[in-house]
């Protein structure tokens, strides 16, 4: 069973999905799922991981953020700020509603960078992140000037951002991901962290999370043998670990 929510950060529309634990119970834990750039709370793998959660007595919000899917702002516009902003407003939303009794985050890609920068924030309200191939790479890169498939000078930034890019973001997404450090994040959460990533993504290496892993207090580290960023050939995989790791497992807020 799904319902439907609408919520509003700084006057933009999101749309999102709640979706309720599939052992029916009335009071549950859940986690709000948070999907990469370019994507939806509708994609393939964002939906079975979600069904996943389910499965394991969890409820799951997903969202549309700014700038993707039904949700409100033009992609060019959208930034990590703002990400997280919504993240924020997504997990400020489920802590008032009755019927949950602990809070998780989650997160593929770029989602994935903004649930660790976004849970260390709300690190005394969650209780554990599931990061999937998170990007957190991007702040260096965009520091570096060498993002998303361009390159250029980080002192002197183009008036057009990335638009020669797959991804053409504003020059305003590249200024705030240099803004971004995200160690610190990291080395201030102890919670419980899943991290899963495939060893065969193009998209963002497999060795970023081979160091993340080491970095996190308290982490469980998912490296799946030939498999790609959006999990196109061992998606079983992916949430069978999911629902093992989170089945038993409770949270009160």
């Known amino acids: 069973m799904a319902e439907q929510i609408r919520l509003y950060d700084d006057g933009i529309v999101l749309n999102g999905l709640l979706d309720f634990p599939e052992n029916g119970q009335e009071r549950f ?16 793998q964002n939906t079975a991981i979600c069904r996943a959660i389910n499965r394991a007595g969890f409820g799951t919000l997903r969202l549309d953020l700014y700038g993707h899917g039904t949700s409100g702002g033009e992609f060019r516009d959208h930034t990590l700020w703002k990400w997280i902003s919504n993240a924020l407003n997504a997990l400020n939303y489920s ?46 890169a965009a520091r570096r000037g060498d993002l998303l498939g361009i390159r250029f000078d980080p002192e002197h930034l183009p008036l057009d951002g990335a638009a020669g890019s797959d991804y053409p973001v504003g020059p305003n997404y590249i200024r ?42 308290s982490c469980t580290y998912v490296r799946i043998p030939d498999e790609t960023h959006c999990y196109d050939r061992h998606l079983d995989q992916v949430t069978d670990a999911v629902e093992a790791w989170l089945s038993g497992r409770s949270a009160r807020i």
């Open 29 to 44: 834990p859940l986690v709000v799922f948070l999907h990469g750039v370019t994507g939806c709370m509708e994609e393939r």
């Open 95 to 140: 802590l008032q509603l009755p019927q949950v009794t602990g809070l998780w985050l989650a997160g593929h890609s770029q989602g994935g960078l903004t649930a660790m920068l976004t849970g260390d924030m709300m690190r005394d309200r969650i209780s554990g992140l599931l990061l999937f191939s998170p990007a957190w790479m991007i702040p260096e």
């Open 176 to 217: 705030v991901a240099q803004t971004i450090r995200v160690e610190e994040a990291v080395s201030g959460f102890c919670k419980p962290v899943l991290l899963l990533h495939g060893a065969a993504d193009e998209t963002v290496p497999v060795y970023w999370s081979d160091t993340l892993s080491k970095l996190y207090e």
